[in-house]
């Protein structure tokens, strides 16, 4: 909802899902065929296809609120005063970013109706996952064949934190409480026919 319906302008700023920085690799790599070894070389090491995806971003602007009602339009998410800058190191160790990722002290509920921090003025972290996957298909007659796949999603296990909350009346005020997926590992055999 926006602060002030008669002065849309409180509420310019970048959308939700900004994302000033992004790099998306993807790639596929059929390996050659193995001309040694016999059968072991030419059925079982040939003929793989290996593909994977890479996404490099910076992270999402998000939206301090007060979680108080200043402005008596019946909700509370109207947004407080910023009195300081909110930006911190994000080169920190990863227990500090969890524990506070942004400067708290910057924010305090307004005195007045509508609250000088602007709409998603601070950005989360970034995010770097590594999507891989192999697949090779083994022949059974002229139109049918069995393919083994294997699957990698966040092939590093990379920990890509959350954006913090951001409610300042809230405990938890500055702290990140969420991550992405986890490694997640699949194995499937398919027949085509």
């Given at each position: 909802s926006f602060?002030?319906?008669?002065?849309?302008?409180?509420?310019?700023?970048?959308?939700?899902?900004?994302?000033?920085?992004?790099?998306?690799?993807?790639?596929?790599?059929?390996?050659?065929?193995?001309r040694r070894w016999g059968l072991v070389g030419k059925q079982l090491l040939s003929g793989w296809q290996i593909n994977?995806?890479?996404?490099?971003?910076?992270?999402?602007?998000?939206?301090?609120?007060?979680?108080?009602?200043?402005n008596f339009d019946g909700n509370s998410t109207d947004r407080p005063d910023l009195i300081g800058n909110p930006k911190l190191d994000t080169g920190r160790g990863r227990q500090e970013l969890i524990t506070q990722y942004f400067n708290t002290a910057a924010f305090r509920v307004t005195s007045g109706l509508f609250g000088g921090a602007g709409r998603n003025g601070v950005y989360g972290p970034g995010a770097i996952n590594w999507d891989f996957s192999a697949f090779k298909n083994f022949a059974i007659t002229e139109r049918s064949k069995v393919q083994v796949r294997a699957e990698f999603f966040n092939l590093f296990n990379q920990v890509n934190l959350g954006n913090p909350n951001a409610v300042l009346t809230s405990p938890s005020f500055g702290r990140i409480l969420g991550a992405g997926a986890p490694r997640i590992v699949q194995f499937s055999l398919k027949f085509l026919f």
């Open positions: 602060v002030d319906s008669n002065n849309l302008a409180l509420d310019r700023a970048p959308s939700d899902f900004d994302t000033p920085r992004r790099l998306v690799l993807s790639y596929l790599w059929e390996v050659p065929g193995v994977g995806i890479t996404d490099i971003r910076t992270g999402s602007p998000f939206n301090v609120t007060s979680n108080t009602d200043t």
